[in-house]
T-cell receptor, first 109, second 116 residues
Framework: DAKTTQPTSMDCAEGRAANLPCNHS???????VYWYRQIHSQGPQYIIH???NNETNEMASLIITEDRKSSTLILPHATLRDTAVYYC??????????FGKGTKLTVNP | GAVVSQHPSWVICKSGTSVKIECRSL??????MFWYRQFPKQSLMLMAT?????????EQGVEKDKFLINHASLTLSTLTVTSAHPEDSSFYIC????????????FGPGTRLTVL
């Protein structure tokens, strides 16, 4: 069973920030939060992961609440190519990646 | 870096034949590889986990005699769908991970299998 809850779908205007929420209220101390995305008919693409501190890379920022029960993936300037299904996954280091249903993000022109 | 390739990208076969799909880590050594299956409009479902040089571990409900997995080297894993049937038509995706703890998994582009 997926350990996370995400909205089924979201819309965002091109050029604006896309904020994708994820609830993981049962996360344990040694589990990380991972974000992947899947563009239609392609393999998933790694975006970012974090434990408790906020993280940023060239693709996105990950904001994790202090109690670690939820997080938000931020795409600062969404483009049409960011349209994809975004998966928030919680797992420990040696565990397998188990995908839930994710959030279908549609970036509109 | 961290590129995973799959071959073929798509395949069409007749019912009853066997199909082999290759997964390669191009610029890193993958101690563990994973095979996923994805039906239309559904999420990825993990089929099996394989470690180099040992037998694959299959998820519940996945027939190990039907989906043969070989992970003979640190850069290559193969999935053979034996005696394929139309219900095996799906998008098969492999993933590779190094032995480093907490390292992210890298995914291949997927293979679209259509069984007629």
């Amino acid at each position: 069973d997926a350990k996370t809850t995400q909205p089924t779908s979201m819309d965002c205007a091109e050029g604006r920030a896309a904020n994708l929420p994820c609830n993981h209220s049962t996360i344990s101390g040694n589990e990380y939060v991972y974000w992947y995305r899947q563009i239609h008919s392609q393999g998933p693409q790694y975006i970012i992961h974090g434990l408790k501190n906020n993280e940023t890379n060239e693709m996105a920022s990950l904001i994790i609440t202090e109690d670690r029960k939820s997080s938000t993936l931020i795409l600062p300037h969404a483009t049409l190519r960011d349209t994809a299904v975004y998966y928030c996954i919680v797992k420990g280091g040696s565990e397998k990646l188990v995908f839930g249903k994710g959030t279908k993000l549609t970036v509109n022109p | 870096g961290a590129v995973v390739s799959q071959h073929p990208s798509w395949v069409i076969c007749k019912s009853g034949t066997s199909v082999k799909i290759e997964c390669r880590s191009l610029d890193f050594q993958a101690t563990t590889m994973f095979w996923y299956r994805q039906f239309p409009k559904q999420s990825l479902m993990l089929m099996a986990t394989s470690n180099e040089g040992s037998k694959a571990t299959y998820e519940q409900g996945v027939e190990k005699d039907k989906f043969l997995i070989n992970h003979a080297s640190l850069t290559l894993s193969t999935l053979t769908v034996t005696s394929a049937h139309p219900e095996d038509s799906s998008f098969y995706i492999c993933s590779a991970r190094t032995g480093t703890w907490y390292n992210e998994q890298f995914f291949g582009p997927g293979t679209r299998l259509t069984v007629l």
